[in-house]
T-cell receptor, first 114, second 116 residues
Framework: DADVTQTPRNRITKTGKRIMLECSQT?????MYWYRQDPGLGLRLIYY???????NKGEISDGYSVSRQAQAKFSLSLESAIPNQTALYFC?????????????FGDGTRLSIL | AQTVTQSQPEMSVQEAETVTLSCTYD???????LFWYKQPPSRQMILVIR??????QNATENRFSVNFQKAAKSFSLKISDSQLGDAAMYFC?????????????FGTGTRLKVLA
């Protein structure tokens, strides 16, 4: 089983709909992140969380919200989806100890908003 | 603010040849880590190699090695004996502890094509 699991893998929806992307991890990491990937723009940070009571905005948080339901679960919501939120979304985790710790990624959710 | 630049949107290499992907970064931090990630068509993000800023010796992992030039703020990835399975997007990433945030900053990626 994957260490970082994202659901759904793909989603097509309509403008104005509320969408939730879910992420769960079995790595025991305290730090979790949400990114979006767009062609030519790389990965941009939406939100990150260092523990259940800690939520921080990333560089592109407008139009998104998150919830850290437990150490292992971190969900991303689009309250009213718009077409320019069409992208590939990644959840990632990392250990809080040491700069040398890489991020561990889920397999991504490809979201299309019509 | 820290930035990571990958100036080559796309590269091609002949199978069995060597290719170098470039990455430059800008920072005022003295302690940081640099990473290369591979994203194949399956879209997974796979860690390829990492380098600590304090280590002068370049990191190597089998056919993958880096050329880390701290003064020039350059962190290139060399892939030797390229294989068809190396075809992917490659992302350079930087991590430091700026005010305890431990954020990662990614470049825009380089798409590598491997020609048979």
């Amino acid at each position: 089983d994957a260490d970082v699991t994202q659901t759904p893998r793909n989603r097509i929806t309509k403008t104005g709909k509320r969408i939730m992307l879910e992420c769960s991890q079995t790595k025991g990491h305290d730090r979790m992140y949400w990114y979006r990937q767009d062609p030519g723009l790389g990965l941009r940070l939406i939100y990150y969380s260092f523990d259940v009571k800690d939520i921080n905005k990333g560089e592109i948080s407008d139009g998104y919200s998150v919830s850290r339901q437990a150490q292992a679960k971190f969900s991303l919501s689009l309250e009213s989806a718009i077409p320019n939120q069409t992208a590939l979304y990644f959840c990632a985790t990392s250990s809080g100890t040491g700069l040398n710790q890489p991020q561990h990624f889920g397999d991504g959710t490809r979201l299309s908003i019509l | 603010a820290q930035t990571v630049t990958q100036s080559q949107p796309e590269m091609s290499v002949q199978e069995a040849e060597t290719v170098t992907l470039s990455c430059t970064y800008d920072t005022s931090e003295s302690d940081y880590y640099l990473f290369w990630y591979k994203q194949p068509p399956s879209r997974q993000m796979i860690l390829v190699i990492r380098q600590e800023a304090y280590k002068q010796q370049n990191a190597t992992e089998n056919r993958f090695s880096v050329n880390f030039q701290k003064a020039a703020k350059s962190f290139s990835l060399k892939i030797s004996d390229s294989q068809l399975g190396d075809a992917a997007m490659y992302f350079c990433a930087y991590r430091s502890d700026t005010s305890g945030t431990y954020k990662y900053i990614f470049g825009t990626g380089t798409r590598l094509k491997v020609l048979a």
